[in-house]
């Protein structure tokens, strides 16, 4: 999935009255101020569906919008605000809000550059688990350690964290249909190719070999996937190969996501709610702001806007 990218909070809390309340308490304690959403000519909203930072220096937003099982999802400009600690502070924004709200929460942060997890507790706690393509070696996101050792509790955690079928939560006790909500699209994936190759198989087969016999048919099937390559070169391979690339690529399963953006997938699908705001893809917060604001309202969502420091 090349150029896949996506930034979301996820609070274990429904009041968005609270949220909202509490948000605004830490930003205005830093000396921002809660604003209305400034005017821009037309063409300016038109630039910010492709550059959305273009407003950053002079505005915060923040997007609340309703998910499922009791959690909210949190979208932000910029997108890893609650990353950051501010100016002088000893933790994170997102474990201040965890906090004074007395809730778990979290951070996904999926891009070319991020696979991250940051998780918060109600006591202060925070664990950070993933990578970033960081240049300084100190293994730092921002100013927070990740992967600390000391944190995860044995050695078969640590394991667990780089296994094919990785552990993500380490601080917070989430539920079991959290921790499987990764394994379940993984096997819904294996299973939809699995269904998609046995048919091309068939398909191909009785184009251009009509006189196999069903047992010739399922010799030649499990020789394929078990070394398709070796089909490849035989005679009429070349033909097979074209026809397997072709139908492979018109199915999509190139744009499935992979790696830890299965995780990303598979929790916004869990928790992102209906209608589901976890991906706003070629959308950003932004730019609904400005442009979907009656759909945003109807849909239970809140939108907050702040003048940052300067």
């Known amino acids: 999935m090349s150029g896949f990218w996506n930034y979301t909070y996820c609070i274990h809390c429904d009041d968005l009255t609270l949220i909202e309340q509490t948000l605004t308490r830490i930003l205005e304690q830093e000396g921002c101020r809660r604003v209305p959403l400034p005017i821009l000519p037309n063409d300016d909203i038109e630039k910010l569906r492709s550059k959305p930072r273009l407003l950053c220096n002079e505005l915060w937003v923040i997007g609340l ?29 997102l474990s201040q809000l965890a906090m004074h709200i007395n809730s778990d929460a979290f951070y996904v942060g999926c891009s070319e550059v991020e696979d991250i997890l940051m998780e918060t507790d109600a006591k202060g706690g925070i664990f950070i688990s993933g990578d970033v393509d960081d240049f300084s ?21 640590l394991k667990q964290m780089y296994s094919t079928e990785p552990q993500r939560f380490f601080l917070l006790n989430v539920p079991e249909e959290i921790q499987r909500a990764e394994p379940k699209l993984k096997q819904e994936q294996t299973q939809r190719f699995k269904q998609w190759q046995e048919q091309f198989l068939d398909d191909y087969a009785k184009q ?4 196999i016999t069903s047992d010739e048919l399922e010799k030649w099937k499990v020789r394929f ?58 959308e950003p917060l932004v730019y609904r702001a400005y442009t979907q604001q009656v759909q945003l309202e109807a849909d239970g969502a809140r939108l907050l806007y702040f003048r940052p420091i300067q």
Request: hydrophobic share 35%; charged share 30%.
């Open 225 to 282: 996937k078990e070394n398709k390559d070796q089909l490849f070169k035989q005679k009429g391979g070349k033909k097979l190969f074209r026809a397997w690339s072709y139908a492979y690529e018109w199915q999509d399963f190139r744009e499935m996501p992979s790696g830890f953006q299965v995780f990303d997938t598979a929790i916004g699908r869990l928790l992102g709610g209906t209608p589901n705001y976890w991906h706003l893809r070629n």
């Open 65 to 93: 919008f309703v998910g499922a099982f009791g959690w909210t999802i949190i979208k932000v400009l910029p997108e890893q605000l609650l990353c950051r600690r501010a100016r002088d502070a000893d933790r994170p924004r």
């Open 137 to 157: 070696g100190e293994d730092k996101f921002f100013e927070e350690p990740i992967n600390l050792v000391e944190r995860i509790q044995s050695l078969e955690h």
């Open 208 to 211: 251009h070999y009509p006189l």
